[in-house]
């Protein structure tokens, strides 16, 4: 007989107990799998702690293969499920798509950040539902108490020290109370200007802190946020976020470079495309947490509507003890259903109380109903947690005594950009990355104020400045490869986009000075000095496919930057090429045709022999650096120009017309031949170089120095 299959859909609080309690019950007697973004358990009431820089993010994370040694995980998000077929279809990590089958189906999948319809929002905040964002947000704020440290203009320094966090419920009021610890230990090395301090302001439009808590926590936790210096103020609300502040309802503008946007959550989309009833987002089940009418599929954690038998009428709400008490009842269910278990369970609870983190040795607690604030309570809420974690204590009660002793360390490490946590978007767990497979680029994905490197040195822009390579979906968002400014060569055309890694090391992009449009690279290129190329076609977009419209690096159709065949663009052959390509019209470096920038044949562009060809480039009309036709600079033949030899040599070049410091022609300053220059001999050509007026057989080597340009670096 063989073993059944379940499968469970997300490592959340209640995916991750429905996996450690079925992997106890069934003993090795059924096949579970676990389909999961991520390879580990996000403790989450911790990551306050990990945004303020007292606890590294890894003591958050449990090991999902480490802990759960009898299931078999699986990395991907699940795309849809077919419920007749039972099957669920996912992409992995990779952008490779896979099917699981399964006997019993356990939806785990959790929560996403809420969004309201507040203009501005979705593309000037971030929320705080992942490890990349808590990560993200840790930089950034030390990024901008750093440039505030440095800032000459009051204003600046104001604004960029003014941290706006919009939600006074459990996670708002943590980051607040620990980001103000934070900031204030920041400027006592870094003191601003005339003494000014970083302001936290909590917003809600609720009318005390922790509304869904007890009133004398919420008193607790009131208390201590206004005695360290928050600006908590409840009834009030964002009317309108922009790059420069946000606009609050009650009329005041705030100047700020940060939104953080912890209003709530809202479950998984994931459940909505099944059709099933719903309430408020989440899928209606039991009191056994199965799915009326589909005996093998099962629901809990905040994708789950769970009557509340000790409230009858209403739903357990969505908190992480709810989540984690679901999974316990749900692997208890499933396997009873399969007979590999004992009865049925329906699930109670009953509230034990609440404990809630204020940094420090404050916090605000009613263990078993009784009251606490100061050390007491900030004492069983460190308990707690480290009785509540499923892995991980030592080290984790280790960063808190290193914490109690020693100094902070407030770096940049530059780990997670801005367009990596897009406040919309169906993984907080997942950082976005370029190139990523089934990634939605567009106005959702953009950042918020003051994120990114053109918005923290006043470049303007609001995105992190990604990698200098686009992205093949929709139109691209602030702060992301292709949409922000691109950076101009002097005496150039169009404008290039520079790469991370040029930037990082004040490399210029493509191109030559004086050149016209210049060639994106690849960041290995770009790391290793080599010129932009690739095979394949496409409509240009960065080093990516799509279907009919092939990108950049693929073959195809109508091809686009580094992309050969039909239409070619930068850096492809066949056709009309584009930029580096031969072929047809050639474009930017490359041979054939009508080229272009670096290009050789029919017309050549820049660095290309053929044709007529551009600068650096032999043949035709040969451009700067390149021999043949009408040479341009430091090239021989033709009409030489500067440091080349040939035609009418250019300064410092032999042959024709010689320029200065050149022989032959009409010399210049300091050349002989015609007029000549004072005291020079015309020299012979050397070994293996053709005399004047010769195109040499390919591109010479290049004598003048790149331009100095250089970047900011985006931390």
Request: net charge neutral.
């Amino acid at each position: 007989m063989s073993r059944p299959r379940i499968l469970i859909v997300g490592a959340g609080f209640a995916g991750y107990r429905t996996a450690r309690t079925l992997s106890r019950l069934t003993r090795g007697r059924a096949h579970i799998t676990l389909l999961n973004p991520t390879d580990y358990f996000l403790y989450l009431p911790l990551l306050p702690q990990v945004a303020a820089g007292v606890l590294e993010p890894r003591r958050v994370t449990v090991s999902l293969s480490d802990s759960l040694p009898d299931v078999r995980l699986v990395l991907g998000e699940a795309d849809r499920i077919d419920l007749d077929d039972r099957t669920l279809h996912y992409t992995g990590p990779e952008g490779e798509g896979g099917t699981l089958a399964y006997d019993r189906l356990v939806l785990a999948a959790g929560s996403v950040n809420k969004l309201l319809p507040i203009p501005g929002v979705a593309e000037h905040a971030h929320g705080f539902r992942g490890l990349p964002e808590a990560l993200y947000l840790r930089d950034h704020v030390t990024r901008q108490v750093e440039l505030a440290a440095s800032s000459d203009d009051p204003g600046t320094c104001a604004a960029r020290c003014t941290f706006v966090v919009v939600g006074a419920g459990y996670t708002g009021t943590e980051v607040a109370a620990h980001g103000q610890m934070f900031t204030d230990a920041q400027v006592r090395k870094h003191p601003l200007r005339r003494g000014m301090r970083p302001r936290w302001m909590l917003l809600d439009v609720a009318q005390r802190v922790l509304p869904e808590m007890d009133e004398k926590l919420s008193a607790t936790a009131d208390r201590v946020l206004r005695q360290r210096g928050v600006d908590v103020r409840m009834g009030t609300s964002v009317k309108e976020a922009t790059h420069d502040g946000v606009l609050l309802t009650d009329g005041e503008f705030v100047e700020s470079r940060t939104l953080v946007w912890c209003v709530g959550v809202r479950p998984d989309p994931l459940v909505e495309s099944l059709g099933l009833p719903m309430e408020k987002g989440r899928l209606l089940v039991d009191p056994h947490l199965r799915v009326p009418g589909r005996p093998e599929l099962f629901a809990c954690g905040d994708v789950a509507a769970v009557p509340d038998l000790e409230n009858p009428g209403s739903y357990t709400p969505m908190t992480a003890q709810h989540a984690w008490r679901h999974g316990k009842v749900a692997a208890q269910n499933v396997a009873a259903s399969l007979g590999l278990g004992g009865a049925r369970t329906p699930y109670r609870h009953r509230d034990l109380g609440f404990v809630v983190d204020l940094g420090g040795a404050k916090a605000a607690a009613n263990p078993l109903g009784v009251t606490l604030s100061g050390v007491p309570a900030g004492a069983v809420t460190r308990g707690y947690h480290l009785a509540a974690m499923p892995g991980n204590r030592v080290r984790v009660a280790a960063d808190w005594l290193l914490d109690a002793v020693l100094p902070r360390q407030a770096v940049q490490l530059g780990l997670v950009r801005s367009w990596s946590v897009p406040l919309d978007t169906s993984s907080p767990e997942v950082a976005r990355v370029p190139g990523g497979p089934g990634q939605r680029q567009d106005a959702s994905a953009r950042s918020g104020p003051g994120a990114a490197l053109a918005a923290d040195t006043g470049g303007g822009g609001t995105g992190a400045g990604g990698p200098g390579r686009a992205r093949p979906h929709d139109e691209p968002a602030k702060g992301q490869p292709g949409s922000g400014p691109t950076q101009v060569r002097p005496g150039s055309g169009a404008a290039e986009p520079r790469s991370e890694w040029e930037t990082a090391k004040g490399r210029p992009a493509g191109g030559r000075p004086g050149s016209g449009p210049a060639q994106l690279r690849s960041e290995a290129e770009t790391a290793k000095g080599r010129p932009a190329r690739g095979p394949g076609g496409g409509e240009r977009a960065g080093h990516q496919t799509a279907g009919v419209a092939p990108v950049r690096n693929q073959p195809g159709d109508e091809p686009a930057g580094h992309q050969a065949g039909g239409e070619p663009a930068r850096n492809q052959a066949g056709g009309e090429p584009a930029g580096n390509q031969p072929g047809g019209e050639p474009a930017m470096s490359q041979p054939g045709g009508e080229p272009a920038m670096s290009q050789s044949g029919g017309e050549p562009a820049r660095s290309r022999p053929g044709g007529e060809p551009a600068r650096n480039q032999p043949g035709g009309e040969p451009a700067r650096n390149q021999p043949g036709g009408e040479p341009a600079r430091n090239q021989p033949g033709g009409e030489p120009a500067r440091n080349q030899p040939g035609g009418e040599p250019a300064r410092n070049q032999p042959g024709g017309e010689p320029a200065k410091n050149q022989p032959g022609g009409e010399p210049a300053k300091n050349q002989p031949s015609g007029e000549p220059a004072k005291k020079r001999p015309v020299p012979a050509p050397p070994p293996g170089r053709p005399a004047p007026g010769h195109p040499a057989p390919g591109p010479v080597k290049r004598t003048d120095a790149p331009d100095d340009d250089s970047a900011k670096g985006d931390s």
